[in-house]
Structures are given as C-alpha cells and as structure tokens.
C-alpha cells in the first residue's frame, strides 16, 4: 500500500485523498469506513473521497469487491491519505499460510491455493469442506448424501484410497491455527457424521490448500492426502469489534422422479403383462387382484410416498462474536448455533461451536495465546428399525400398497419419540496453548501445546413393533485423546534489500488414545428402558470393548532463499517415527526441495508489456502415510471370552479354550496375518507450475502439471487356506495419479465503472491407475463375486467387473451355435441354460459360447477425470450477486439399484409383497422391455429371467456419472450508513443464498453425485435438497 500526507493540528477532521489500483488507475466505488465509528464515504468514477472522521478516530478502512481491503491508521492531523488496493485476482503480496511459515504469494515455490472466508461464510452448510466444492483446481469435495451434518468425500489430485468403504483414509490433513486436526482419529459413532462440524466457518478468515510435496512434506508422515490449513479471525486494533449474523430459510422437499400411481398405473402394469405376458398367468391366478379388479378401492387411495417420507424443513443459523486487539492484550469469541432438520422425516441436526482466543503480550518480545474451539453436536438419524434411510431415491413401492396410520408413524420415525429412537451425540473440544519469543527481529521461538477429546455416543432402540418379535437396544461409545507439543525457531533475514533467508527448524511429538465400547441387548422387560440395562448374561446380552494407543516424534526443518523476488529455492526435511511400526522400519524420512524463477523480474523484461508478472515453478519432494492400524506389524491375538455372555468358536473349529479354569489367549488363526518389514507408506511427487499475470493484473493463471506416486500402499491379501489366515497385510501395492490443474481469475471491468464483474474459473484433469500389484502384477478381485470389482496394473482404481451388453436378442436365430455342439450360447457352464430372444446380448469375450466370469471386462471409472468450478460475481454500489456452477466429467457409475429393482420385478405378478421398504417399484414407463419376437429394446424380457437378465454385472447398469450443478447464488445489499446509523449500528448487510439450484445430469440416477465414493449407487441415499435462506449482518 503507497500512503501520501500531510498533517495539520487537531483532530476529528474530513480526510479526503483518492484510492487508485498498482497500476494507478482509479477505482469507483470503493467504502471508505471509520473503523469503530459511524463515518462511511464510497469514491467517485476519478477515484475521489472525502470523509468526516469523528475525533477519536484511529483507522480508515478501505474496501471494494475484486480487491483485497486495507486498514490505514490515521496519523494525528492527517487530513489527506491516497491509498493503492490490490488486486484480489493476482495479489502477489498475499500471505499464505503454509507449514510453519507465512509467506508472500511472489515467494512461493510450491503449489498452494487460497480460498478467502469470505466468499463462503453464511452458507446453509454444518460443514465448512462442503463451501470449498467448486472453488479450487485439483481440489474434489463430493457431497454424497443430503443428510444434514454428513461427511464429504474430500481429496486432494485424486485418490489412491485402497478401502473401498473407508472414505477418511483419502482425506487430507486439516491444521487450524497450527493445531493438527487429523479427521482420521476421530471416528463418531454414527459413522456418517462430519468431524469437521467442530469449526465454525464465520470464524475463518482463510484457508489455503497445500497440494504438491514442497509445502506438505514438511508435515511428513500425514501429509501423502494433502494439507489444508484453516487461519481463524483476529481483531484488528481498535475499539472492540460485535459481530451479529443469522440467517433462516428452509430446505425444499426434493422432487423426486415423477411415478404413475392408482388408476393409471394398474392400466400401464396390465399392458405390460398382456403384451408380455400369456393367459395362463391370468386364468391360474398368479395375477393379483389389485391389477385384475378394476374396482379395487386401492386405486382411489392410492399411498403418496413421496409425501410420505420428505417434506420441507427449516434450517437455521446464529453466529455472535466480540473481538477486541489492544497493545498488551487480544481477544476474540464467537459461538454459532447451527440447526437443520432434514427433509426425510425423522432426520435433524444441532450443533453449538463456541470458541475463545485469547492473546496476552507482557513484554515487548513474549507472548503468550490459547486457543479453545469445540463443537456439540445432537443428531436424530430416523427411525429405531436400525435402516440407514427408509425409502429409495429411485423410486418407491406400488401405489397400491396400502398402510395403516400406525405403520405411517413406524416407518417416519414417528412411531413414539421415547421409544423408537436412532439418536448420537459428539461433543469434540481442542485447547492449545502457545509462547511466542522474539531474541530479535529476524529470531523467533514458537512452543505450542494442543489437546483434543473427543467423545462419541449413539444410541439406537427398536421397539417391538419395528423388530416384530422382541425389543433390541445398542449402544455405541467412542473417545478419542490426542495431544501434541510442537517447538520451533523461524528465522527470516533481508540482507542488503536484495537477499532473503529463512529457515524452520522444530520437534514434535504427539500421542493418541482410542477407547470403543459396544453392547447390544434384547427382550428387556420394560420398553420404558431404551439403554441395554436389566438384561442377564446369555444369548440376549453381548458387547465388547476396544483400545488403541499411538505415539510418533518428528524433527523437521526448512530453509529458503531468494533474490529480489526473482531466483528463488526452497526445501524441507522431516523425519518421523511412529510406534505402528517394527523398530527396524520406526523412522520415516521426508525431504523436498522446490525453485523458481520469476521472469518478469529480469531487467530485460518489459514492464509495460501485455504481460504483467511471470514466474516458473518446479518441486520435487515425499510425503507419507501411515497404514491405518496402530497395531499394523504384529500378528493378533483373540481372546476366546471377548464377547460377554456368549460362547464363541476359537477359530479352529474347536471349543473355547481354558487352562485351570480360565480362558487363554490363543493365535488369532483365520484372521489377518501381518508381517514385521511393514514400512511407511511414500508419495514422491513431481509438481511444474506456470504463474502468469496479463492486463495489468487485470488476469492471473495459474498452470500447474503433477505426477504422484503413492508406493507401498498397506494391503490385505488372500492367503492359501493352509496357512491358517485368510489375509496377510503387508506393502504390496502402488498408485499413479498424474494430471493438470488451471485457475484463471479475472476482473472484466475497468476500475473507473461503478459496475464490476469478476470470474473465478477452474479445472483440473486427474489419471489415477496402479503401477504395480503383488505376485508378478496378477489381478486382484474384490466384493461379492456378484459385484465384483478388480485392481489391475494401468487400471484405474476399482473399475466394474461387467459383461459387455450389445443389446438384446431380437429372436432366437440371432443367438450365436457352437459349432462342435449345435447348441446356442450357454450361460454359467457347457450345461447351462442357452440363450433365446429377449435374452440380453452378452459379448462371448473368449469365444467359448458359455458366458461366465471369464467373459466380464473391467469397465468405467468411478474416479472423474474433470472437475472445477465457475464463480461469476457481480457488483454495483450497495449490490452484489454471486453465482457458482460445479462439475464433474468422466466418471462413471455402477446403478444397483436399477438392476435390483428389474430383478425383483421380473414376475408375473408386478405387484408389491415386501411393504415400503421393497426394491420392487411402483414405475416402469422408462424402460423399453422386449416384448415379442423382433422388438428392438433396451432392456430384456420383463417377465423371464432365466439367465439372470438383470443381473448388476450387465454394462447396461454402467453409466455415464458426468454433470454441470448450478450450486448457489448469493444475493447481498449492504444498507446505507445513514440509515444503519438512525438504527444504531456499524453496519447492515441483508443477503440471500440458493443453494443446489439445478442440475444438468447424463446418468438415469436422480444426482449422480450422491452416490458412494465407490461409484454404486444403490438407491437407498438420502436426497441432496435445495436450500433457500434469507440472512442479515450486522456489526454493532
């Protein structure tokens, strides 16, 4: 910032001067503020303010959309200050935050990307991951379900995440305010929950996103996902600031896909079954009379299922802070009251996130902070019949299906609030404590202390009613602790205004404790008690108990350099070691090193040209991982006794085994075997970077190429049956991801217009596959072998195990003879059923006429290959409006659902027997059945299933995953001073937020984002609703 005054005697005076870019051109429309006072003033189209400051007056602050704001305190008698703003697009005196460092945009080597708090605060989320989806390249967030307070699949350049089920293993490292916040230790006992619901995004000032090996490694072992460091919000100096914002509206019930029902669907099944069908099915009675009785009652009363289950609901948001920053003593404190019910019935979420920072400075070079931010949170998950959701988004059961008022209330959760309950409570809290000492100026020692607890409680009951036959209470009781103590020296000296040194040097050390307990009991006395209490050892009782215990210490460092902010070079060194290792393989070691070259520094460059600033960027480094057991390298022993009450096998076929009386401790024989040469797991990574600003910074690109590898991935393997085991656990596996990221981000119009317009745009391209696979590279199956799915050297991740599907058999003649036997394609074996016309046409890949295992193909991707974001804002005096679209392509999923539904409904009687939790559905007017001899179709025959024509592993269920989501609009007006003055506040701004507006989608599946990670959709998700809220902020 560039500053001009002049100063004259007295004080509480106007203060006018002109606000211009780095460029010198003017800038309209800028709020000039008092800060802490009432005064307010805006420049006019040649950049011109004036403004009467009140006599106590100590800071201006100067703002304007597309540009970073800047304080300036006022000198006393200063009456003219001309002040320069940067440009938000390609801000290269930014401070990042990166590990143990900030550091200025211009000097950075590695590949780190920033999301300011404010472009996401006041959205409808609990979460403050699922407000970063579409805002950064390289950066994937996937909301798979719409259940409020969930977990997001987050990952950094792709996945090499080998559980398929286990979402957290591919999760980045979250540090908030230095304090390590490792997602992967703390597991709620609602397994669905987000622990990030502890962090109150109103509280972040910024959150930059470390993606390559130089700006992660030196967080070592936890870093091979990524890092993503979270800055909360200090107060500036001045009178204390009061912070008001609340926000209400509603999440609408979604629109599912529209169903026929009553009249119109008894007609459409009977066309269906008198086309496909014969006369025997309705002459034998295997028609049910709902179809044939044209007068059935059903079809007046026909059950709304979809008003059944969702509705709309409220969602409401509460967030005050005070803060205050004086010369020996700063403060901040906030709480947020976040509560949303969920638009399936039965669901809601509530949380409460206080915090409390608090820094003291006694002396000129000490100082002393803590930190203490927590989160409780209540959750209602629906009914107590123990199903994760009651309906399918696919669609629902017969129209006919008829249900009393008290099955209604059963199957919405709604049976009795004391007794039908699905309830879990987490309350997560994290104290830090930190010295800070300065020796001198460029010298400075950091010792920080954290502790975090976490507990975890769920408690689910089943009255007799939902079970049929007897009552049954669980309970689930997780904690994790977890401190840390890390200590640091960080030095930072400009030599003769031309060179730049700096250096970290620190060690850590950390340990973490996880205790679960589980009991499970049924057929209490008294359905008044919901808790497993009362219920004598036996068949009725079981539980069982478990503990985890971790430690690792670390030494890291990192020194830079860099000359007139034109050669630069940094690197990094980290070892860890941990104790879920053998003694021999304890220590992991983790360097990078990383430089560039800032081109447009060069004397020969030509400042005036069409482009502004140019650097090159290059890094190489390792990151790591630990595997995912605290007990990885040692084989297992059970304990014959481990389920209370009960009588277990030993696991050799035998009886329990005791000695004198008591039960022993024996080798854990059909369980996983682990080998003690069990390593770290390693990411080298290659990173290349293009930084490029044009127009006078008008436009800034960024340009980035990565290859990472992650080496010796912990996996389980199958082992022969005579060896005791059924897996062997050891590094036998590696991963690829490579891909290509840009970012553009630019401000349309001059800075003279009133009106403003600027565009954040930004993709990136992923290839994930394996390079190398144990026993000479041999596939690798896995899942049920109905649904299986392989690893394969130059594979994706876990592509579908298919059939190729070429259509369907118009007649019997188009089915391909053996020669030798005369007899069509056969399915299962040489004596299996041969196919026949409505059959599906599946591809006899090695031409042996049986089509079995041997003919699937591995097939789609559930890893897109594109995602990004598009942000256009919007601005005009007093008005602002945002806009963000998201999208994925090439990715690909696996539509169970679909398949299972066909199945089920593959009879005769197309009519609903299982209630409202059946597969079968009440819709089939999108699907274009064979039906007589010649018929061209899509699908198979309805009505026989010989040779299991519905089966999942048909490519027919392989879909295109690929969408473009208009993901929100944002909506603001910031009041006039003189009427927030004449109200007595600061400030007033209103607002209003879309969220999930619309989506353009390339898959059958209702949002083919919520599906599992894995890509298989199973219909049984909850819906992602759309958000409407209103909201007002207010400073005091």
């Known amino acids: 910032m560039s500053l001009v005054f002049s100063k004259v005697h007295g004080q509480g005076s106007r203060i006018s001067g002109t606000v211009s870019d780095r460029h010198g051109n003017p800038i309209a429309g800028v709020t000039v503020k008092e800060k802490g006072g009432r005064s307010t003033a805006a420049t006019d189209e040649k950049g011109l303010y004036e403004i009467k400051t009140e006599s106590?007056?100590?800071?201006?602050?100067?703002?304007?959309?597309?540009?970073?704001?800047?304080?300036h305190v006022i000198a006393k008698g200063e009456t003219k200050v001309n002040v320069i703003l940067d440009d938000d697009a390609a801000d290269l005196d930014e401070v990042v935050v990166v590990g143990y460092q900030d550091i200025q945009r211009r000097k950075m080597t590695g590949a780190v990307s920033s999301v300011k708090g404010r472009e996401f605060e006041n959205t409808p989320y609990a979460t403050f991951d699922a407000m970063l989806q579409g805002r950064v390249a390289g950066l994937t967030v996937l909301s798979t379900s719409g259940e409020p307070g969930t977990n997001n699949i987050v990952n950094i350049r792709g996945s090499s995440n080998l559980g398929l089920a286990d979402n957290q293993l591919q999760s980045p490292l979250y540090v908030i305010d230095g304090i390590i916040y490792d997602v992967s230790d703390i597991r709620a006992a609602y397994g669905d929950a987000s622990p990030l619901q502890a962090i109150n995004p109103n509280d972040i000032e910024s959150v930059d996103i470390l993606k390559d090996a130089s700006a992660a490694s030196i967080y070592g072992a936890r870093a091979a996902n990524g890092v993503i460091i979270v800055k909360t919000k200090r107060p500036a100096f001045g009178v204390p600031e009061v912070r008001v914002a609340a926000y209400t509206g509603i999440s609408s019930r979604p629109a599912m896909k529209p169903i026929t029902v009553?009249?119109?669907?008894?007609?459409?099944?009977?066309?269906?079954?008198?086309?496909?069908?014969?006369?025997?099915?309705?002459?034998?009675?295997?028609?049910?009379?709902?179809?044939?009785?044209?007068?059935?009652?059903?079809?007046?009363?026909?059950?709304?299922?979809?008003?059944?289950?969702?509705?709309?609901a409220p969602i409401t948001n509460v967030n005050v802070s005070i803060g205050q920053n004086m010369e020996k003593f700063l403060y901040r404190i906030s709480a947020q009251h976040y509560y949303e019910e969920g638009v399936m019935m039965g669901y809601e979420n509530k949380s409460i996130t206080p915090r409390i920072m608090l820094q003291v400075n006694p002396m000129e070079n000490l100082q002393f902070e803590t930190n203490i931010f927590s989160g409780i949170t209540k959750a209602k998950h629906g009914s107590g019949d123990g199903s994760k959701y009651p309906f399918s988004t696919w669609g629902f059961p017969s129209s006919f299906w008829q249900?009393?008022?008290?099955?209604?209330?059963?199957?919405?959760?709604?049976?009795?609030?004391?007794?039908?309950?699905?309830?879990?409570?987490?309350?997560?809290?994290?104290?830090?404590?930190?010295?800070?000492?300065?020796?001198?100026?460029?010298?400075?020692?950091?010792?920080?202390?954290?502790?975090?607890?976490?507990?975890?409680?769920?408690?689910?009951?089943?009255?007799?009613?939902?079970?049929?036959?007897?009552?049954?209470?669980?309970?689930?009781?997780?904690?994790?602790?977890?401190?840390?103590?890390?200590?640091?020296?960080?030095?930072?000296?400009?030599?003769?205004?031309a060179h730049t040194l700096s250096g970290v040097l620190g060690y850590g050390m950390e340990k973490n404790v996880a205790n679960s307990n589980y009991l499970w009991g049924r057929n209490n006395?008294?359905?008044?008690?919901?808790?497993?209490?009362?219920?004598?050892?036996?068949?009725?009782?079981?539980?069982?108990?478990?503990?985890?215990?971790?430690?690792?210490?670390?030494?890291?460092?990192?020194?830079?350099?860099?000359?007139?902010?034109?050669?630069?070079?940094?690197a990094s060194y980290r070892m860890d070691a941990s104790s879920r290792?053998?003694?021999?393989?304890?220590?992991?070691?983790?360097?990078?090193?990383?430089?560039?070259?800032?081109?447009?520094?060069?004397?020969?460059?030509?400042?005036?040209?069409?482009?502004?600033?140019?650097?090159?960027?290059?890094?190489?480094?390792?990151?790591?991982?630990?595997?995912?057991?605290?007990?990885?390298?040692?084989?297992?022993?059970?304990?014959?006794?481990?389920?209370?009450g009960s009588v277990l096998d030993n696991g050799m076929g035998g009886n329990q085994f005791t000695y004198n009386g008591a039960n022993v401790v024996y080798p854990n024989y059909g369980s996983t075997a682990t080998s003690a040469t069990i390593k770290w797991e390693r990411s080298p990574q290659l990173n290349v970077g293009v930084d490029l600003n044009m127009l006078k910074d008008r436009?800034?690109?960024?340009?980035?190429?990565?290859?990472?590898d992650s080496k010796d991935l912990v996996y389980g393997l199958q082992m022969p049956a005579t060896s005791g085991y059924s897996t062997i656990s050891t590094n036998f596996i590696s991963v690829r991801n490579t891909g290509a990221e840009l970012t553009i981000n630019s401000r349309n119009m001059s800075p003279k217009s009133e009106f403003q317009w600027n565009t954040n745009f930004n993709i990136s391209y992923n290839r994930n596959y394996v390079t190398k696979l144990p026993n000479g590279g041999q596939e690798i199956k896995v899942g049920p072998p109905w649904m299986e799915r392989a690893l394969n050297v130059g594979q994706p991740l876990y592509p579908f195990k298919v059939w190729e599907v070429d259509g369907v058999y118009a007649t019997t003649d188009d089915v391909p003879v053996n020669p030798l036997t005369g007899a069509r394609i056969r399915h299962g074996s040489g004596s299996g059923t041969q196919y026949q016309a409505g059959d599906p046409r599946r591809l006899d890949m090695n031409g042996d006429f049986i089509i079995d295992d041997n003919d699937k193909i591995d097939m789609g991707d559930p890893n897109p290959d594109f995602i990004g974001g598009m942000t256009h804002t919007f601005s005009y005096k007093n008005w602002s409006i945002s806009a963000l679209t998201t999208f994925i392509f090439g990715r690909t999923l696996w539509n169970g659902y679909l398949s299972d539904k066909l199945q089920d409904a593959g009879s005769a009687t197309l009519y609903n027997t299982w209630g409202p939790n059946s597969a079968i559905a009440g819709d089939f007017e999108m699907a274009d059945f064979w039906m007589k001899p010649g018929d061209q179709s899509?699908?198979?025959?309805?009505?026989?299933?010989?040779?299991?024509?519905?089966?999942?592993?048909?490519?027919?269920?392989?879909?295109?995953?690929?969408?473009?989501?208009?993901?929100?609009?944002?909506i603001g007006y910031n009041v006039p001073q003189q009427f927030s003055k004449k109200l007595g506040i600061r400030s007033l701004r209103l607002y209003g937020v879309l969220d999930n507006i619309a989506i353009i989608s390339w898959s059958t599946v209702p949002d083919p984002e919520a599906v599992e990670a894995n890509g298989y959709s199973t219909g049984n998700g909850y819906p992602i609703p759309k958000k409407w809220t209103f909201g007002l902020d207010i400073s005091l």
């Open 581 to 644: 290792y053998s003694s021999d393989n304890r220590w992991g070691i983790f360097p990078s090193i990383s430089a560039g070259w800032a081109i447009s520094e060069e004397n020969f460059f030509k400042k005036e040209s069409l482009v502004s600033y140019l650097k090159l960027r290059g890094s190489y480094g390792l990151t790591g991982r630990d595997p995912g057991s605290e007990y990885a390298h040692y084989t297992m022993l059970g304990y014959s006794g481990a389920y209370y």
């Open 525 to 570: 006395n008294s359905e008044a008690v919901k808790t497993v209490t009362g219920i004598g050892a036996g068949p009725n009782l079981s539980g069982y108990s478990n503990i985890a215990e971790r430690s690792r210490i670390s030494v890291f460092g990192r020194v830079g350099y860099d000359y007139k902010d034109r050669y630069l070079v940094s």
């Open 262 to 312: 009553g009249a119109a669907e008894r007609r459409m099944k009977m066309n269906l079954l008198y086309n496909g069908g014969n006369y025997d099915w309705f002459y034998d009675g295997q028609v049910h009379q709902m179809l044939t009785d044209s007068l059935n009652a059903a079809y007046n009363h026909a059950t709304d299922w979809q008003g059944l289950f969702l509705q709309s």
């Open 56 to 71: 106590n007056a100590k800071y201006l602050v100067f703002s304007f959309v597309g540009f970073r704001p800047k304080e």
């Open 938 to 970: 899509k699908f198979p025959s309805l009505f026989r299933n010989t040779v299991d024509n519905w089966h999942i592993a048909n490519s027919t269920f392989v879909e295109n995953a690929s969408f473009i989501r208009l993901k929100n609009v944002r």
């Open 403 to 497: 249900i009393t008022d008290l099955e209604r209330q059963v199957y919405t959760g709604r049976y009795d609030g004391l007794l039908d309950d699905d309830r879990s409570t987490s309350i997560n809290g994290n104290v830090a404590g930190t010295v800070k000492k300065i020796f001198i100026p460029e010298l400075t020692f950091r010792s920080q202390f954290s502790f975090n607890l976490n507990n975890n409680t769920r408690d689910l009951y089943r009255p007799k009613l939902l079970t049929g036959s007897q009552n049954i209470a669980e309970n689930w009781v997780n904690q994790n602790r977890r401190w840390e103590w890390e200590s640091y020296f960080n030095y930072n000296k400009i030599i003769n205004s």
């Open 699 to 708: 436009i800034a690109i960024n340009l980035e190429y990565y290859v990472r």
